[in-house]
């Protein structure tokens, strides 16, 4: 057989109120309070039933009506589509199962621990730090690079390969050429 609750707890909790009267006096207190309310938006006073409740609570209510969320939510239905976020995470992914296979194995292969990020290849940042696969049906065969030499890496045809060495080469001949050594 169900316990029956207490006036207490019947009324907002163990000790919230000490008697019906002061319960009364309370809610009539908090409904006055709400009778009236303006609309963060639109700035027209309205009363409190035209306002959402949040957060699941009858005391808390949104700060715009009813007719400005509407007008809201149909402003971001617009701008994300029917399907929201969803649609702009799948855009994201990569859409060759090849790769997306390299790199969830990978990722997870760093997260296990059996990779391990290492600085640039380049100029050793440790910051921002990508892992590059030259080849997807090897997906543990990573080339850790930061962002700019990622992007550039990138910019390079395929049909010629760049070592470290060649990078190293290049940026000193350029470094050379600007204090005027050669």
Do not use: N
């Amino acid at each position: 057989m169900p316990t029956r609750l207490s006036y207490k707890q019947r009324m907002g909790g163990a000790g919230r109120y000490c008697s019906r009267k002061c319960w009364e006096w309370a809610y009539r207190v908090r409904k006055d309070c709400e009778a009236t309310r303006e609309c963060r938006v639109c700035k027209r006073t309205l009363p409190a039933s035209a306002f959402g409740g949040r957060g699941g609570k009858q005391q808390r209510r949104s700060t715009i009506c009813h007719d400005c969320d509407a007008v809201e939510a149909r402003a971001r239905y617009i701008r994300r589509g029917p399907r929201g976020d969803r649609a702009r995470a799948r855009a994201q992914k990569p859409q060759d199962p090849v790769k997306r296979r390299a790199r969830e194995a990978a990722l997870r292969a760093v997260k296990r621990g059996i990779l391990t990020r290492l600085p640039c290849e380049v100029c050793g940042a440790t910051e921002r730090i990508h892992g590059h696969h030259d080849d997807y049906s090897k997906p543990l065969s990573v080339r850790w690079l930061c962002t700019t030499h990622h992007r550039h890496t990138h910019r390079r045809p395929v049909s010629t390969p760049v070592t470290v060495e060649q990078i190293l080469a290049r940026a000193f001949v350029a470094a050379c050429e600007g204090e005027g050594m050669r």
